[in-house]
């Protein structure tokens, strides 16, 4: 007999009568009147070309045969039921390895949380997180990223679902006993500084803190550009170099590094942070979750 030519329902009586070892109690637990599941025994009789069952006072007996499949049966119908509790939105059964492209930051300000989250309510869930590169969005159907979080409009995102997990602002950070670094300080003098500056491509600073500043046609000092805003507060700690960072990151630094902070003297742009992701994703329940998780954290 081939797959094709068996009805994978009858199973599901095998797995009742083997249970309650009694075909009236078998179509009361599956609903069923009790000469249907009597002509499904029969036909699985057929089948399997054996009794599977036999009667022996008040009980039916499984026969070898019947001892021997039911591990498989039980396993089989198992998964069947996992891959429908799975589609029914049980985060807790998903197993899945999410890949979110960002800056380092936004890792480090997301990945306590949601490891605890997870670890309560989908456990099973694991995550990639990987920097972000311009020329990712350019390939956004690529299916090994998942969710982006970035600058909401850092970059073209036409296409794709966005939704916006929370606002920030710019700040300067420079270390503490810098006093070339101060609040209320000129324009010129505050871009004549050493900069040190976030770039995502080599050679060019690519960022989106400075945008703003481009349109301006004015240009900070830049000595040093990386695509990692967490060195930042070592090297500025260190030196008389001053860094632009978002306020949410900087306040989680001041304590580990002697840093202080100003209000750039020059307009930075507004800094809200959204996840985005491709439409065809709107089914997908573990993705469904880790964008409800990181709307909880970013409220906290």
């Not at 979110?100 to 490891?115: K, S, V």
């Not at 202080?260 to 709107?282: F, N, V």
């Amino acid at each position: 007999m081939q797959l094709r030519d068996f009805d994978v329902n009858l199973l599901i009586t095998l797995e009742a009568i083997w249970t309650t070892r009694n075909v009236s109690n078998a179509a009361k637990t599956l609903n069923l009147a009790q000469s249907t599941v009597s002509a499904a025994l029969n036909r699985l009789r057929q089948a399997l070309d054996d009794e599977l069952f036999t009667w022996s006072g008040s009980e039916m007996v499984p026969t070898p045969l019947a001892e021997q499949i039911m591990p498989d049966v039980a396993e089989l119908l198992n998964g069947v039921r996992n891959v429908l509790t799975k589609s029914l939105g049980k985060i807790d059964t998903v197993e899945r390895r999410l890949v979110i492209a960002t800056a380092d930051y936004i890792a480090a300000l997301f990945g306590a949380p949601l490891l605890e989250k997870a670890a309560a309510e989908a456990p099973h869930l694991s995550f990639d997180f990987i920097d972000m590169r311009p020329q990712f969005l350019n390939r956004a159907a690529r299916p090994d990223i998942d969710l982006f979080v970035i600058p909401a409009n850092a970059l073209r995102t036409s296409g794709m679902e966005k939704t916006v997990l929370y606002k920030d602002t710019y700040v300067c950070i420079g270390a503490a006993d810098n006093d070339a670094l101060y609040e209320g300080m000129g324009t010129d003098e505050f871009l004549a500084l050493r900069h040190i500056g976030y770039s995502a491509l080599p050679r060019i600073a690519f960022n989106h803190e400075m945008m703003l500043w481009d349109e301006l046609g004015k240009d900070a000092h830049l000595r040093l550009t990386m695509g990692n805003y967490l060195i930042f507060a070592r090297i500025v700690s260190a030196s008389n170099a001053v860094a632009i960072l978002p306020k949410r990151l900087a306040s989680t630094l001041t304590g580990e590094w002697k840093l202080k902070w100003i209000t750039p003297p020059l307009p930075t742009p507004e800094l809200e942070i959204a996840a985005i992701w491709r439409p065809d994703q709107a089914k997908d329940i573990a993705l469904t979750w880790l964008l409800e998780t990181l709307n909880t954290i970013s409220a906290s």
